[in-house]
């Protein structure tokens, strides 16, 4: 079992930056990867960034060069940064866990407002 636990969500303006945070209750070395969704209304959940327990990362296109995940190993948390949020980016976010099964977090609202 892993528990996740996300905070950091908001109301933006358009071109405004915040960073999301998601601890998880197991150490880092024993999830295969941990990863940022969204799903906004009426659309499909989907994948906005990730990085593996070896450090590799990948990104929506839709996000490359604006938003950015790291993670502190010492305390479990795993970040995620967006700076240059568009309307678009309006969605709930969610933290994901591969441990190897998905695990989720509750989801934070980030709204951004044009």
């Known amino acids: 079992q892993v528990q996740l636990v996300e905070s950091g969500g908001g109301l933006v303006q358009t071109g405004g930056s915040l960073r999301l945070s998601c601890t998880a209750s197991?150490?880092?070395?024993?999830?295969?990867?941990m990863g940022w969704y969204r799903q906004a209304p009426g659309k499909q959940r989907e994948l906005v960034a990730r990085i593996t327990r070896a450090g590799s990362t990948n990104y929506a296109n839709s996000v490359k060069g604006r938003f950015t995940i790291s993670r502190d190993n010492a305390k479990n948390t795993v970040y995620l940064q967006m700076n240059s949020l568009k309307p678009e980016d309006t969605a709930l976010y969610y933290c994901?866990?591969?441990?190897?099964?998905?695990?989720w977090g509750q989801g934070t609202q980030v709204t951004v407002s044009s």
């Open positions: 994901n866990a591969e441990a190897p099964r998905y695990y």
């Open positions: 197991r150490s880092f070395s024993s999830i295969n990867a």
